[in-house]
């Protein structure tokens, strides 16, 4: 097995050069088109059919993050933790079936602005503004951070840039097109991205399988690691002994697979949408655009995708192993880190210096141990010092790609990259100029001006981005604090849209205590706990902050709920009559007797069960092939059946959708014609 560094040839240049060429190359073309105004600035004109809208939301998901992070779950756990993001399935089927026609319906830019328009009176104005300053200088930076993180990983190991340099050439990159042609750049980029992400994932996830000697190999491999090897090819995790009422049952991984399924996919910000598809939804050209292009998405961002990065991350084991972690020989204080960051420095208390290197364990060629402390940190004897970094195994696997591959591989990691930051800056632009700016600084100037301003507010969101990436380390762990940190708005965000008795200040509290508990639980208060498997040696578990966080900041906001005097349901006609949402609706639907009632709980029921039987079925069954489990067939057979539902439910809800707005369009020209007569 050929074990060199990764090598690059002048067609791999070529093809990265010609990317960012390209890239360039749309800012400019699209610069006056998106001009125009912020509807064609943040919205791309609200004219974008459902396979630019789907494709666009599946490229935004694919950051050059992703496959790093995925690969770092398998490795460090098992194939199963990554229904930390596959539970999100329940809410992307919401979505399909009820939050995207009404997203779509309602026609704002942002969530921040459906605020107002769904609350009203002055606390919404509050609410406005807080989600506004939240997701322009806090939410999208923080996506920004992580995203920008990987790139710097990625960097280190192709080229060895060191971080801050690393940054430093992605902000130029993405700000030199960005700027230019806003979200109608985002979505030309976006389908040229889907298509180089597609083609390098699957190659690399084919050259890397057969270079270990496939699923055989593989398998193998697995076996001579007995429990650990089992452990890492589940698709869940293993129980413990004893009834599931014995609490020696719920092993660590169980627990947190339990709070995924159980909590985690309702109790995200993004339950009913979430900022970036929302955005896309609002660019579509109708509701069924909208609907259809986010189903489109869940099938490929859930199922076509994953196994791609699996694979990868399991060839990984065969070449470059997890080491145990480097740890220091000594008690003392780290006086220096050299500059390549091959050495530490540490002083005992009598000032003898130990200097301990930091070498490439086997297999990483080229691709030194994370240093895990920093100068002037104290460390006791066996502090760990520094480790192998798992997310960046799955760039060491390049070294098995030839010329001009290499290339379009790094190209679809560069495209990934510059899709999600140019989506983030752009969305949290849209936040400050849609939300902030316009809304109570300057609210009537021309709207070229608005666009200018949404350009200077990207550079600086993009500047922040990099600023928490450059003090930053792990993805996963931005990941895992950013899920916990919104979680608790996730069954306000839901319920906003089926009871009438949720007000801005249900809302609020729900985000303020999400956001203060998750922080204090994190940075000030995160030991002596006893959560049982989801706290061990009394330090909680992410998984068990979710369900902490979850817990307060639902019943805090619910508190709010029921103690408020709810608002006069007078004053949310016009947001029924514009939506006309299903749920619990009565006095509000009481004053709307014009407005038809929908009788399509039913259909939206089947449609989320058929929608998810599709998309785990296919997700299940591809797994279970590529790993040669006996239950491959039934699950691809549940896929199916879940498709049949899907294509029944789907158009029915489209065309009672569009029947409506026919019969609306009719009767408000009716009303107009009497008018004029």
Known sequence: MQMNTIEFNTIDFLIIGLYVTFAIG???????????????????????????????????????????????????GGIWRNWLWWCFAVGGMLTVFLFARYWRRLGVMTQAEFAELRYGGREATALRASLGFFHSFLTNPIVLCWVMLAAAKISDVLFDIDKVTSLGISCVICLSYSLMSGFWGVAITDLVQFLLAMIGAIALATIAWDAVGGQEAILGHMAQLGDRGTEIIGFLPSPGAGSWLDPTYWTVPLAAVAVYLGISWWATYGVDGGPVVVQRIAASKSPAHGSIGALWYNIAHYAL?????????????????????????????????????DRVSIADASGVLTEIAITSPEGWAGVLPTIRVKEKDIVKTDSVIAETDSEKAYVVMFRYL?????????????????????????????????DLHRRFFVSNRKAEYYVWVARIASIFILLEGALLASISTSISDLFTFFLAFLGGVGPIYMMRWLWWRITAWSEITAMVTSSVSTTYITFAANENWSLGPLSKDGIISAEGRILIVVSLSTLAALAVTLIKRPRDP???????????????????????????????????????????????????????????????????????????????????????????????????????DMKNT
Not at 409 to 419: E, H, R, Y
């Open 570 to 672: 007078a004053k949310l006609v016009p947001f029924y009559q514009r939506v006309r949402p299903a749920g619990f609706w009565g006095p509000v639907r009481a004053l709307s007797p014009e407005t038809p009632v929908r009788h399509e709980g039913l259909l939206i029921v089947a449609g989320i069960i058929g929608g998810l039987a599709l998309v785990w079925g296919l997700t299940l069954g591809l797994g279970a092939i590529l790993l040669g489990k006996t239950w491959s067939t039934l699950a691809i057979t549940i896929s199916f059946i879940g498709a049949l539902v899907t294509g029944w439910t789907l158009p029915i809800l489209l065309r009672e959708d569009e029947n409506l707005i026919d019969h609306e369009t009719s009767t408000s020209n009716n009303t107009k």
């Open 305 to 341: 995708r994953p196994w791609l990065w699996i694979a990868v991350a399991l060839a990984s084991l065969l070449v470059v192993p997890t080491g145990e972690p480097l740890v220091s020989p000594v008690e003392g204080t780290v006086v220096s880190i050299s500059d390549n960051k």
């Open 402 to 434: 030839p010329a001009g591959l290499l290339g379009i591989v790094v190209a679809s990691l560069l495209a990934a990259f510059m899709s999600t930051i140019d989506t983030h800056v752009n969305l949290a632009a849209s936040y400050y100029v849609n």
């Open 26 to 76: 749309v800012g400019f073309f699209m610069r006056k088109r998106a001009s125009g105004d912020t509807d064609s600035f943040f919205l791309a004109g609200r004219k974008l059919p459902w396979w630019v809208v789907g494709t666009s939301m599946i490229a935004t998901s694919f950051a050059a993050d992703t496959p790093l992070v995925v690969t770092g779950w398998v490795r460090d």
